[in-house]
């Protein structure tokens, strides 16, 4: 026993109970940037939508499937074909594909 359990123990009192680290976050906010914009307009808070990554190498690939939107924040002036942006709960780990998918690629949505 360290030396302030040993001196709760000899009182009679029980010694403090030391409690894990709080877990990860498992779920995070991803802003992505979809490339069609009119796309993003139809989306809502709660939709769900499969995350599509278009490279010109190879075929589509789906890079989150059943993504929850979050919020779909208000279009960008004066930026033009730039996309739009959407924010989705996502996994850590999904977060991470989508911002790499996002530096290379192309990305749309589908709705689930």
């Not at 709760?8 to 029980?14: D, I, K, P, Y």
């Not at 069609?36 to 010109?56: I, M, S, Y």
């Not at 279009?75 to 709960?89: I, M």
Request: proline fraction near 9%.
């Amino acid at each position: 026993m360290g030396g302030t359990e040993a001196a709760q123990a000899s009182r009679g009192a029980a010694p403090t109970e030391v409690k894990a680290p709080p877990v990860a976050v498992r779920w995070v906010s991803a802003p992505v940037r979809i490339a069609d914009a009119a796309t993003v307009r139809l989306l809502r808070p709660g939709d769900r939508v499969d995350v599509v990554a278009a490279e010109r190498a190879g075929p589509p690939r789906v890079v989150a499937a059943g993504a929850r939107v979050a919020e779909v924040p208000a279009p960008e002036k004066g930026v033009a074909d730039a996309g739009a942006l959407v924010v989705l709960s996502v996994p850590r780990d999904t977060a991470r594909a989508l911002v790499g998918a996002g530096a290379a690629a192309r990305l749309a949505v589908t709705l689930c």
